[in-house]
């Protein structure tokens, strides 16, 4: 099982507006680009759990400040990460991990690359208290 990484983002501040370098292709947990999608969580929303059988997801954020919560089946173990446009760090999800997000202020927006197309056979969802975190 892959690692979940969670690295700074990189901004060029800017007079007229600040550069936020998202991803390159030599980025930390980068494989290949498969499709990129953006995910809206409303306020206090929590969307989840899933785990994807083989994509890697690659979530950065674009909106508002949203709470990603992984749960590794191996380790028996839940980890925290923030999601912020103030201070922005980009999630890579490997396989076989399960998570979940939760919307903290009114807009929410998270963009997910991942790094092969949708399939709905690939995925797993369950039921949000199928895993007892305290949110």
């Given at each position: 099982?892959?690692?979940?990484?969670?690295?700074?983002?990189?901004?060029?501040?800017?007079?007229k507006g600040?550069i936020?370098?998202l991803?390159?292709?030599?980025?930390?947990?980068?494989?290949?680009?498969g499709?990129?999608?953006?995910?809206?969580?409303?306020f206090?929303?929590?969307k989840?759990?899933?785990?994807?059988?083989?994509m890697q997801?690659?979530?950065?954020?674009v909106?508002?400040?949203?709470?990603v919560?992984?749960?590794?089946?191996e380790?028996?173990?839940?980890?925290?990460?923030n999601?912020n446009?103030k201070d922005?760090?980009r999630?890579?999800i490997p396989?076989?991990i399960?998570?979940?997000?939760?919307?903290?202020?009114v807009?929410?927006?998270?963009?997910?690359i991942g790094?092969?197309?949708?399939?709905?056979?690939e995925?797993?969802?369950?039921n949000?208290?199928?895993?007892?975190?305290?949110?």
């Amino acid at each position: 099982m892959g690692e979940v990484i969670y690295s700074k983002i990189n901004v060029i501040t800017q007079d007229k507006g600040d550069i936020f370098k998202l991803l390159t292709k030599d980025s930390k947990g980068f494989d290949k680009f498969g499709e990129a999608y953006y995910s809206n969580i409303n306020f206090n929303e929590i969307k989840g759990w899933k785990k994807h059988l083989k994509m890697q997801c690659i979530l950065i954020p674009v909106s508002g400040d949203v709470d990603v919560v992984t749960f590794n089946l191996e380790s028996n173990r839940f980890e925290k990460f923030n999601l912020n446009i103030k201070d922005p760090y980009r999630l890579v999800i490997p396989p076989n991990i399960i998570f979940a997000f939760k919307g903290n202020e009114v807009s929410n927006c998270i963009l997910n690359i991942g790094n092969i197309l949708h399939d709905p056979e690939e995925s797993l969802t369950f039921n949000l208290n199928e895993f007892k975190y305290n949110w």
